[in-house]
């Protein structure tokens, strides 16, 4: 009668959208000028490669909850 073999009636077939990959954030830490290269606060807990986050009033490791507060001027 009306039947399909093979699945629902809505189904499409083919290939989906590409969609773009967000840029890496790891290379905000770090500002080239000239020939150096100027790297964000490390976490001295984690060590190097681990960048601490900076907010208004502090700089946070996400990965070992370390804590320092800046003074705000």
């Known amino acids: ?13 083919g290939k989906k959208p590409h ?14 000028d000239g020939d150096k290269i100027k790297r964000g606060k490390t976490c001295p807990r984690c060590g190097v490669g681990i960048f601490l986050a900076n907010h208004k009033t502090r700089l946070y490791c996400g ?3 370390y804590t320092e507060f800046v003074e705000v001027k």
């Open 1 to 13: 009668m009306g039947t399909k073999v093979g699945g629902a009636s809505g189904d499409k077939k």
């Open 19 to 32: 969609k773009n990959k967000p840029t890496s954030v790891k290379y905000k830490h770090y500002i080239i």
């Open 63 to 65: 990965k070992c909850k």
